[in-house]
Nanobody, 123 residues
């Protein structure tokens, strides 16, 4: 099973940017659908963005235009570029992978998870 390690979280002021990275182990990275979720304190884990093996991206409506997901097969890494950050974007961000090709926006069908990286946006 693939193992995922996130990095790139931190403290940023509102309006700033961060790029999260998720490094995946294993030789079958290209076959995985990759995604990002986030979980704020006291809230459920919610979908942020996902990208298929072929590079097709899908975003939660509220993140369209501000967040960009991408993947680099040579580095076995998926990225989440976050711009124009808002205090309500504060959360632990999790990388996820699934072997099925279809993107789903609920957490349960995803096969593997990283440990999460904290993003804090100050006002």
């Amino acid at each position: 099973q693939v193992q995922l390690v996130e990095s790139g979280g931190g403290l940023v002021q509102a309006g700033g940017s961060l790029r999260l990275s998720c490094a995946a182990s294993g030789r079958t990275f290209d076959s995985y659908t990759m995604g990002w979720f986030r979980q704020a304190p006291g809230k459920e884990r919610e979908f942020v963005a996902a990208i298929t093996w072929s590079g097709s991206a899908y975003y939660a409506d509220s993140r369209k235009g501000r967040f960009t997901i991408s993947r680099d097969s040579a580095k076995n890494t998926v990225y989440l570029q976050m711009n124009s950050l808002k205090p309500e974007d504060t959360a632990v961000y999790y990388c996820a992978a699934r072997t099925a090709k279809r993107i789903v926006t609920t957490p349960n069908p995803w096969d593997a998870w990283g440990q999460g990286t904290l993003v804090t946006v100050s006002s």
